[in-house]
């Protein structure tokens, strides 16, 4: 089983409607989950971070986390031809005292159809 | 500002040699991350770096090493390079080893033939 699971997609939207993109984990003692958004060719770039249970908005973007089914979502809403893009999901634990590791999904590809 | 800068960003090396990739990160930031991706994958963590102590390391081979100057960059290294080595090596950037939130660099891709 992989660490950080996504759905390679590609997720087709039209324009305007919502994106859900989800991301399994497998340790129980992960602490910290990020959502990455990366275009052709470019780097990642950070969208959100959530630490805690429940959803947190910022703009079009909500994060979702349930640490107790171990899932982790992005929802895009009002979707544009800008969005489309490889969605990274990132999750970091503790390792040891003082070190931490971060492993990222394969990524789902999103397609926002104009 | 500016960003996370790396160097070189495009490199040809043939199996065998050895490579250093460099780094600059955010100012202000003082902690920089190593990562491998390869096309059609997440990136993979290689190193952790804060105030020029490893703070983490991935699952690669003794080949792979780096370091962190008192100005903050990074040099990662590279030796007896082989074909699956060819990626895109990013370097990231974050304001301590605590921080979550990393800022990418546009990468240094390699190739070795």
């Known amino acids: 089983q992989k660490e950080v699971e996504q759905n390679s997609g590609p997720l087709s939207v039209p324009e305007g409607a919502i994106a859900s993109l989800n991301c399994t984990y497998s340790?129980?003692?992960?602490?910290?989950f990020f959502w990455y958004r990366q275009y052709s060719g470019k780097s990642p770039e950070l969208i959100m971070f959530?630490?805690?249970?429940g959803d947190k908005e910022d703009g079009r973007f909500t994060a979702q986390l349930n640490k107790a089914s171990q899932y982790v979502s992005l929802l895009i809403r009002d979707s544009q031809p800008s969005d489309s893009a490889t969605y990274l999901c990132?999750?970091?634990?503790?390792?040891?005292?003082?070190?931490?590791?971060?492993?990222f999904g394969t990524g789902t590809r999103l397609k926002v159809l104009a | 500002d500016a960003g996370v800068t790396q160097s070189p960003t495009h490199l040809i090396k043939t199996r065998g040699q050895h490579v250093t990739l460099r780094c600059s990160p955010i100012?202000?930031?003082?902690?920089v991350s190593w990562y491998q991706q390869v096309l059609g994958q997440g990136p993979q963590f290689i190193f952790q770096?804060?105030?020029?102590?490893?703070?983490g390391r991935g699952n690669f081979p003794d080949r792979f090493s780096a370091r962190q100057f008192p100005n903050y960059s990074s040099e990662l290294n590279v030796n007896a390079l082989l074909l699956g080595d060819s990626a895109l090596y990013l370097c990231?950037?974050?304001?301590?080893?605590?921080?979550?939130?990393?800022?990418f660099g546009e990468g240094s891709r390699l190739t070795v033939l």
């Open positions: 990132a999750v970091r634990h503790l390792v040891t005292s003082g070190t931490y590791k971060y492993i």
């Open positions: 959530i630490y805690s249970n």
């Open positions: 340790d129980r003692g992960s602490q910290s």
């Open positions: 770096y804060y105030e020029k102590e490893e703070r």
């Open positions: 100012s202000g930031h003082k902690s």
């Open positions: 990231a950037s974050s304001l301590d080893f605590l921080s979550g939130e990393l800022f």
